[in-house]
């Protein structure tokens, strides 16, 4: 007894409409300017730390815009980063970044 394989017919509107949709796709891709503008690793290193993050020591009291009021307990410097250890009082331990935390020193 012979085997029969049945294969679905094809609609050739339903074909022409994803075509078409594929074919939208791809030249809009390549017409739209894009407006993301890369940012290379080494401009991204290259921020400079605020004033107050470079004087920042170990004992000082911070005010963070979000976490509220900190004592810094140590702080690191890991390459080109520098961090800070801060036991806040309502939020708990944290650790900034220094370059991108924006505090400023109280105490």
């Known amino acids: ?15 022409g409409f994803w075509e078409s949709l594929r074919q939208k796709r791809e030249s809009s891709a ?9 940012v290379s690793r080494t401009e991204n ?3 400079k730390l605020s004033e107050e993050a470079g004087q920042l020591k170990e004992g000082d009291v911070i005010e963070h815009e979000r976490f509220g009021r900190g004592v ?7 390459g080109g980063d520098k961090r800070a250890f801060v ?3 309502s939020a708990g331990q944290k650790q900034l970044l220094l ?5 400023k020193i109280v105490q």
């Open 1 to 15: 007894m012979e085997q029969k394989t049945l294969t679905p017919a094809r609609d050739e509107s339903t074909d």
């Open 72 to 78: 810094v307990t140590s702080i690191e410097q890991s």
């Open 99 to 103: 370059k991108f935390a924006k505090f």
């Open 45 to 47: 290193s290259s921020l």
């Open 30 to 38: 390549f017409d739209r300017p894009s407006s993301r503008v890369p």
């Open 87 to 89: 036991d806040f009082d």
